[in-house]
């Protein structure tokens, strides 16, 4: 083949080129110290650094923003579930000093003030957020879970759920002690409580209860007791069944007893001289069930006062006319307490059925530091009648889940039905309660001490009459301070059983958080991993740069040198 000068100038130009290329390129990799600057120069090298890529900022979204993210959840939700173990820990640290009935009157005021604080700190924890967020309410994470302010037109219908093998022995008390304010009340002791003898000014009478989770129960609708169904119906008294309660004398007159009054329930009790009271309460009639099931009868009053001046009138026996009364086979429901008062046998029925109770009841108006209804039951939100809201507490669990690593998820979160609900705040509540009757009733008998200490009332007839008084004010004491040791023994085993729940609700979260640990451990060792491998593809090390750019400047510099030789030779210098 025949070579021209002009073709070994256009070679020699394209050579020239191609190393001031490669010199170019060696510049590039010094200033950047990057592999490549376009994908065309390696595609190789470019897919996978692309892949590297993608891989690298998955890694880093679980490692810098999710895993992060979810430990913040954990921690949150782990503060709040320990505080809350700290108040029920401290809970059961006052019941174990007060069961033993020993305490003076300054441990029992500091009981008082103990609990109070206790109580609002409990569900004060309930409302635990994470980034705007409360982490016990499951999905509707922009829901609180606890009233934080008193919200007296809030209206929900609740159907609330109960088991009779959850029934407890509990007791009511009727009348209470007195205290006489000057010499002419100390002589009518009799006249002052209406009763016969010290012995009777307080009654007590145990029953077995349960209790509905919120109290001042505005209206209840239906209450399903094992096979039988109460409801609310329009009652005929000349056609309609009345209870057995009422007396008749020889000639079948009622002496006392009961009888419908009008459609809206409201009834009349009869006195023995024939005058009628009004009462307060609801009777409910049983529908579509066997009429020999217990509990035959329901009654719901407005508030204990209400039952115990029912009891008064309505008991079968004198002896139980003093107490708060339930018929050996009903149901007494209290809508103040939220009780529900179970007679023996009735009681005794359900027990042995192991029988589930559940009541539909109304409740307007609702206290801070309530819990919401929808977190816990079926219920209706009526505050706005046009504009419904309707929760079906479903068996599913609504989970917070955050993706922490490739195909691999984990729920955050802890339902609070799983934790707590407001049988605690139920049971401080009757602590509180109990300590402060048990305060009230020593605070009258010291008051009656000091009046026996009186010069004013040294006279015999004072004195025997002051001792009556204080023995109507020692035996409510003694009453009430057996309430509170018995309440605080069965209390440490109610603090045991929510300790229980609250520490298996620690340890899953705990479990999840050694997950998470692990995971991120592992996340950060894939981090490093994948970031060398893709430092390595696309980056040069410096010296090798040095030693290619080098090459290259050597290259082109040899290559110029060459070519200018080119001009010097032709062919005729070999003619």
């Known amino acids: 083949m025949r070579v021209t000068n002009n073709m070994i100038l256009t070679n020699a130009k394209s050579n020239i080129n191609g190393n001031k290329i490669a010199v170019d390129k060696g510049n590039n990799q010094m200033t950047t110290q990057k592999r490549i600057q376009r994908p065309s120069e390696d595609p190789v090298v470019a897919v996978r650094s692309l892949r590297l890529q993608t891989q690298l900022s998955k890694i880093n979204q679980y490692y810098e923003k999710n895993i992060p993210d979810a430990e913040s959840w954990m921690e949150v939700a782990g503060t709040a579930l320990s505080n809350i173990e700290q108040c029920m820990r401290d809970v059961r640290t006052l019941c174990v000093s007060a069961a033993t009935g020993t305490n003076t009157q300054d441990d029992r005021n500091t009981m008082l003030t103990q609990l109070k604080a206790l109580q609002e700190a409990v569900f004060s924890q309930g409302n635990a957020s994470f ?51 000057n010499e002419d009340e100390i002589k009518s002791f009799n006249v002052a409580t209406g009763l016969k003898s010290a012995d009777l000014n307080i009654q007590k009478s145990d029953y077995y209860r349960l209790r509905l989770n919120y109290d001042n129960i505005t209206d209840v609708e239906k209450i399903t007791m094992g096979e ?19 007396q008749y ?25 024939g005058t009628a009271h009004d009462v307060t309460y609801r009777f409910f009639n049983q529908t579509g069930s066997d009429p020999n099931k217990m509990p035959k009868q329901l009654y719901i009053f407005e508030n204990e006062d209400d039952w115990a001046d029912w009891s008064s009138k309505t008991a ?19 809508k103040s307490t939220g009780d529900l008062v179970f007679g023996k046998t009735a009681a005794a029925k359900l027990r042995s059925e192991h029988a589930d109770i559940s009541v539909e009841y109304d409740k307007t108006g609702f206290e801070k530091g309530e819990l919401r209804p929808e977190f816990y039951y079926d219920s209706v939100d009526n505050t706005d009648l046009a504009n419904r809201k309707v929760y079906e507490l479903e068996d599913t669990r609504y989970e917070i889940q955050y993706t922490i690593a490739q195909d691999q998820t984990i729920s955050v979160n802890q339902e609070a039905r799983d934790v707590f609900n407001s049988d605690i705040q139920q049971d401080i509540a009757d602590l509180i309660t109990s300590v402060s009757n048990t305060i009230d009733a020593y605070n009258k008998a010291e008051k009656i001490k ?24 020692e035996k409510e004491f003694d009453y009430y301070n057996n309430q509170l040791g018995n309440l605080c023994s069965r209390e440490l085993g109610k603090a045991d059983q929510y300790l229980e729940k609250i520490n298996l609700a620690n340890t899953q979260l705990g479990c999840k958080g050694d997950q998470v640990s692990l995971t991120k451990t592992r996340m950060d060792e ?38 200018g030789r080119l001009g010097q030779v032709s062919l005729l210098n070999y003619i």
């Open 526 to 563: 894939q981090q490093q991993t994948v970031t060398e491998l893709k430092s390595k593809n696309d980056n040069l090390d410096l010296s090798e740069i040095i030693i290619n750019y080098t090459a290259a400047q050597v290259a082109y510099q040899s290559s110029l040198q060459a070519a």
């Open 228 to 246: 039988n169904v109460f409801t609310l119906a329009e009652m005929d008294p000349s056609t309609d069944y009345i209870p057995p309660l009422a």
């Open 131 to 181: 980034a705007g967020r409360t982490v016990f309410t499951g999905y509707r994470t922009d829901h609180d879970l606890v009233f934080t302010e008193e919200e007296k037109e809030t209206s929900y219908k609740i159907t609330q759920k109960l088991s009779a093998d959850n029934m407890e022995s509990f007791s009511y008390y009727n009348h209470e002690a007195m205290i006489p304010t």
């Open 249 to 273: 004398d020889t000639n079948g007159k009622m002496v006392y007893g009961t009888n419908v009054e009008s459609a809206d329930q409201t009834r009349q009790v009869y006195y023995s001289n």
């Open 450 to 473: 000091a009046m026996k200490k009186d010069a004013n009332y040294q006279a015999d007839e004072l004195q025997e009459k002051l001792d009556l008084w204080l023995s109507a004010a």
């Open 316 to 334: 079968a026996t004198a002896d139980d006319q003093l107490k708060k009364y339930v018929p050996d086979e009903a149901c007494v429901m209290i």
